[in-house]
């Protein structure tokens, strides 16, 4: 894995604008629908930084692998949980999310089992302004 972070330059975010886009991230968070993390990316200009385009990746193949419409697979819950971190990010907020989803038109008893997935996202701040981001490879499948 190469790039996993997104290092921003110093003035792309303040404050307020680390503070909205973490209001953001966590909505987003809390559909992991990879759809609004293209999104996100675009709303807060991403993509001045070629790093942005393996981040995005990782974060889309996470979080599109779950989803299957065809087997009806509802969303149950989003949670965050504290990182069992390895202090491979020293210094730096790892904050991890877990989803379960359910298969709904799945076959038999498949049908009813719960499944679960995660990710653990990398902040790093200066001043209270978000001057990195980025994937924790811990919790990439």
């Known amino acids: 894995m190469g790039n996993t972070k997104i290092i921003f330059k110093k003035e792309h975010f303040n404050i307020e604008t680390t503070q909205e886009f973490l209001k953001d991230f966590d909505e ?33 193949n996470q979080t599109s692998n779950w989803y299957n419409p ?4 509802e969303l149950l819950e989003v949670r965050t949980f504290d990182s069992k971190c390895a202090f491979c990010f020293f210094s730096k907020t790892v904050n991890g999310y877990e989803w379960t989803y359910i298969n709904r038109l799945d076959k038999g008893i498949n049908s009813r089992i719960t499944y679960s997935s995660k990710i653990g996202f990398i902040f790093e701040y200066e001043n209270n302004n978000l001057i990195e981001f980025g994937v924790c490879n811990s919790f990439v499948d």
């Open 28 to 60: 987003v968070c809390k559909t992991m629908d990879s759809d609004l993390f293209v999104k996100l990316f675009i709303k807060y200009d991403f993509y001045y930084d070629e790093s942005y385009r393996e981040v995005l990746d990782l974060i889309i």
């Open 70 to 73: 065809d087997l009806g697979t």
